[in-house]
T-cell receptor, first 117, second 112 residues
Framework: GAVVSQHPSWVICKSGTSVKIECRSL??????MFWYRQFPKQSLMLMAT?????????EQGVEKDKFLINHASLTLSTLTVTSAHPEDSSFYIC?????????????FGSGTRLTVV | DQQVKQNSPSLSVQEGRISILNCDYT??????FLWYKKYPAEGPTFLIS?????DKNEDGRFTVFLNKSAKHLSLHIVPSQPGDSAVYFC???????????FGQGTELSVKP
């Protein structure tokens, strides 16, 4: 149990375009979802926390107008990178938490490798 | 401000021996600590966790030790296996289910 599906697993886009990444909890209701990004050989940096039906809470330094997060249902959250630039190229990972979820509530998706050319 | 630190970027261990991965934190409000295993281009996989009310938690070959006074935790893997080779991250949270703060990771290599 506790499976989180994230897709696409990789995407290449042109500079200036927008990219949407989806994160779905398959067998539990995700009341909270977290979005991280990871640069090569670095830590996972939390970008934002989203609760179902509410606006996302962004970490300091993360542009909310650039990284749009939607958590409209208990099983789906999306991250849209708007007007992507090469410096947005990174590995993006979502994590979902549900009520009564084990492991203190964190299951991670498999990540999305975004390359902006 | 790195609140969770893993000062060893890499560790190499012989198969069958003990692997000890270390993690330090600075925020005394952290109450929950977790260890994750991660392969490149994949999401982290949960290994083991510990609450601040405990000083040890064991699950099979994995044991996590917490020293609150020193703000230090460690993950012991015994015996180490080649399949354990991966990057290990420690993470901390201030409240159960709250946001996780990750360390920089330690790349473990277990040699046959």
């Amino acid at each position: 149990g506790a499976v989180v599906s994230q897709h696409p697993s990789w995407v290449i886009c042109k500079s200036g375009t927008s990219v949407k990444i989806e994160c779905r909890s398959l067998d539990f209701q995700a009341t909270t979802m977290f979005w991280y990004r990871q640069f090569p050989k670095q830590s996972l940096m939390l970008m934002a926390t989203s609760n179902e039906g509410s606006k996302a809470t962004y970490e300091q330094g993360v542009e909310k107008d650039k990284f749009l997060i939607n958590h409209a249902s208990l099983t789906l959250s999306t991250l849209t990178v708007t007007s992507a630039h090469p410096e947005d190229s990174s590995f993006y990972i979502c994590s979902a938490r549900g009520v009564g979820h084990r492991n203190y509530g964190y299951t991670f998706g498999s990540g999305t490798r975004l390359t902006v050319v | 401000d790195q609140q969770v630190k893993q000062n060893s970027p890499s560790l190499s261990v012989q198969e069958g021996r003990i692997s000890i991965l270390n993690c330090d934190y600075t925020n005394s409000m952290f109450d929950y600590f977790l260890w994750y295993k991660k392969y490149p281009a994949e999401g982290p996989t949960f290994l083991i966790s510990i609450s601040s009310i405990k000083d040890k938690n064991e699950d099979g070959r994995f044991t996590v030790f917490l020293n609150k006074s020193a703000k230090h935790l460690s993950l012991h893997i015994v015996p180490s296996q080649p399949g354990d080779s991966a990057v290990y991250f420690c993470a901390a949270s201030g409240i159960q289910g709250g946001k996780l703060i990750f360390g920089q990771g330690t790349e473990l290599s277990v040699k046959p």
